[in-house]
């Protein structure tokens, strides 16, 4: 039995971005390749593995990255609010507190369960209804939203919603359904990432601008083809090439947008950007969240190509 790591003296995980270039592109490839390659599924209902689908990450990893997600939330939350809504404020600084205190016991422990799992459910539920009274009273014109806008606290509810869906359901048993599901979310959020940059960007930054409108473009056409897809697949077929070539498409776009989040965070801390976004911390965040989603994909990408293509090799 693997023994469980002491972090209680380790120093504070530091998220040092490495900025992706051919190398980094070739090693994420050869390692699906190298995946994909360890045992070929002649069908799906002849593998296990395939039915369980083999995800390279746990639940508890999926609770401390998340959680740590959902404490930020509170803080842009908290920044986002007009300063004449004092009892919401204190809402956003009990979750920064909640969450802050979560994580401090998730990074000591070796399993997800018992109380702490219980615990970390009912903090997601809170937080959940939390975002969506929030939203529903800007929707009715019961609040001024001050500089949260109303697709962002959506957005980070269906984080939320997401987050607790693993916390509470098993994993789809089909590698490709999770893939598909897991593009469908993604991508969604990926696009609205870049709507919102452009929306704190300084109109006079007009070249990330154009950069951040390209991006747009990309992803939005990107998350109606994998719509597309997921639909497609509704019909369950044996093997579905198309998904693993449209994947290649994905990862590629992804990282060079992973690349766009993380040089305006650089330029933030360096203040040398002109906008309105209130930490430069929400940038990092959202490069993170670009990280969880390539991640996500090189863990289940060799399965679809085992159990779901014809491909042995991608590029």
Known sequence: ???????????????NYVPVDNIESTNFWNKVNDSAGIDDCKDISESPDCR???CQYNRLEEARFWSRIMEEHALFILLGLPCDQPKLQEKAKFFINLFGNIRKKLDETCALEGDLLYDLIGAVKLIIEFKAEL??????????????????????????????????????EDSLDLLLEQ?????????????????????????????????????????????DLESMNETKPKNFNTVVRFTQDVVRNAMQLRNFK?????????????????????????????????SELEALLPEVIRCHSTLKKCN
């Open 1 to 15: 039995m693997k023994e469980c790591d002491n972090t209680k003296d380790k120093p504070e995980r530091q998220d």
């Open 52 to 54: 369980r689908c083999v």
């Open 135 to 172: 939203l529903r009273l800007i929707i009715q014109c019961k609040k001024a939203p001050g500089s949260n806008y109303p697709l962002l606290l959506d957005h980070i509810r269906r984080e939320a919603e997401r987050f607790l869906g693993l916390l509470l359901k098993p994993v789809p």
């Open 183 to 227: 593009e469908v979310f993604w991508l969604r959020i990926m696009k609205e990432h870049i709507e919102f940059v452009i929306h704190l960007l300084d109109p006079s930054e007009r070249e990330l601008i154009e950069q951040a409108e390209e991006f747009r473009k990309t992803f939005s056409r990107l998350l109606e083809t994998a719509r």
């Open 262 to 294: 993380a040089a305006a965070f650089e330029l933030a801390t360096l203040c040398e950007l002109l906008s309105i976004v209130s930490t430069p911390l929400l940038l990092d965040h959202i490069r993170r969240e670009a990280d969880k989603f390539l």
